[in-house]
């Protein structure tokens, strides 16, 4: 990552190697994300993102948008057409939520484990508690806050 004038630049090799940055939904609810682009042996980039918020845990998704629906241009990620497994929403069966509806952090990583799992080197458990963590205490100050424009 690049520093620009105070403000960090996520370029095109942060995301080839996976990066988390801070954004901001509607300038109150913060989200850590997680940004990995992949190639396909024919040349496609896809970009891999996991979305995880304390506030809004319902929100919560694995995305995989693929090219050309996705660019980013200086620290805005602008993104379409994403296939999505939102693995906060509330439902019947299996959940993260225990019965006061606060999320259990083994079953947050268990859910986004399973659904990482077709995603080779995208995330690892211990990452996802890092961040977590990081996230439930507010420690967000290190992130790049980036703006994130989806259609």
């Known amino acids: ?10 370029s095109m090799k942060d995301l080839e190697k ?19 682009t992949m190639t396909s042996e024919q040349g ?7 979305y995880l918020s304390v506030e809004d845990p319902e929100s919560m998704s694995l995305n995989e948008y693929t090219s050309p629906f996705w660019k980013v241009i200086d620290n805005n990620i602008l993104l379409n057409d994403s296939s999505e497994y ?7 069966g299996d ?3 225990n019965e006061d509806g606060h999320v259990i952090e083994e079953e947050l990583v268990k859910a986004i484990m399973e659904g990482a799992a077709v995603i080779n080197n995208f995330v690892e458990p211990k990452e996802v508690r890092e961040h977590w963590h990081n996230l439930q205490k507010g420690k967000m100050e290190h992130y790049p806050l980036v703006e994130v424009n989806a259609s």
């Not at 996976?18 to 850590?32: A, D, E, H, I, Q």
């Not at 496609?44 to 996991?50: C, D, I, P, Q, R």
């Open 1 to 10: 990552m690049k520093k620009r004038m105070n403000e960090t630049i996520i």
């Open 86 to 92: 939102r693995f906060g929403e509330h439902c019947d």
């Open 18 to 36: 996976g990066v988390w940055v801070r954004y901001m939904l509607n300038k109150y609810t913060p989200f850590l994300i997680k940004f990995k």
């Open 44 to 50: 496609k980039a896809t970009l891999h993102a996991l």
């Open 95 to 97: 959940t993260i939520y």
